[in-house]
């Protein structure tokens, strides 16, 4: 009788212990399966930052590292960051921000670039995944920029992939034209990471609307491959007006055309804005162009910057041949006509992107 009431109560607690470990286990096994999806993007920009403050301090805790961990993912993934980084073999972002498998969805190309195949992949992070955070990663160092800022000749597809860095380095040259060497690649890796999160807001209606609800933001970072420092950059400075983008995926352009608008000193903001909708509504409707973007700047004041611009347009073709049709077009002799009183002058800049020739 006695050994029959030991055995039940060995039986009773065997079977109180499995209990107590579902129970204690559970919490943990949720967190690794849908953590991204609890956690709201400030919560998921600081576990980032925490991990980049442990690798500066050499205690990477290097967690979700072991084929246990792998073993939960199996059935599925729940990351609470997309990161799009350069394909740079120095720059593995796992590392840097100490994190493991599942931890965060991770694009890698050359220059940290949102093409069209690229966008695709973070649309399927942000919002298949449903990841609250999205960082657009540059680097110190990068050979993409720094072939695009010397004009060094590339060859095979290279061209193709470079040519969405070119309006970032332009920018850059353009509003400093002091700089050179070492500080214009520098500034151009961080205009290129603006360059990229624009490419994104303007390509991809999943995303913009993502953040307008609330339930993403993305920000950019540079990394220092010399200290493994990140730089943390922000939301795009104008992203409000990249919400309003109304376009959808952009379509690879033979023939690029920027023209650069100096305006006259006195010039009003509906003066201004005029221009820019006009760029929209005139030129955005010549057939044969592709893509338009208008750009305002920041806002650098003449006096400070000799020559601070008051628009940026940049026009998309399929070919020269669009572009040789478009400058004759009706609407854009029309544009000509009535803005033309109030800039002092124009630079333009024609570039075939997809070749060594520029």
Partial sequence: MRTQQRMSTCIFMLFAGVILCIILC????????????????????????E??????????????????????????QHPFATVITCSDSRVPPEYFFDVGFGDIFTIRVAGNVCDTDEVGSIEYGVDHLGTPLML???????????????????????????????????????????????????????????????????????????????????????LDIETGKIEWLGTHPNQDKLLQYTSGPKTKSGFVHVVYFWLKEGVTDAQRNRLVDDCKTYLGAVETVNHIEVGIPAGTERSVVDNSYGVCLILHFEDKAGHDYYQKAEKHLRFIERNQEIWDRVQVYDMIPHSTER
């Fill in 26 to 49: 559970a919490p943990n096994f949720i967190s690794a399966k849908s953590e991204g999806s609890r956690i709201n993007p400030d919560e998921a920009l600081a576990r980032l930052q």
């Fill in 51 to 76: 991990g980049n403050q442990r690798f500066l301090a050499n205690a990477r805790t290097m967690p979700h590292t072991g084929l246990d961990r792998l073993q939960e993912l199996v059935g599925g």
């Fill in 136 to 222: 657009v990663l540059g680097h110190s160092h990068c050979g993409a920029v720094t072939a695009v800022v010397q004009d060094a000749e590339v060859h095979g597809n290279i061209p193709e992939l470079v040519d969405n860095i070119i309006p970032a380095v332009e920018k850059v040259k353009h509003e400093h034209p002091e700089l050179a060497g070492d500080q214009l690649i520098t500034a151009s890796i961080k205009e290129n990471v603006w360059q990229s999160i624009d490419d994104l807001f303007r390509t991809s209606p999943a995303t913009r609307e993502r953040v307008r609800q609330g339930h993403l933001k993305i920000v950019g970072a540079i």
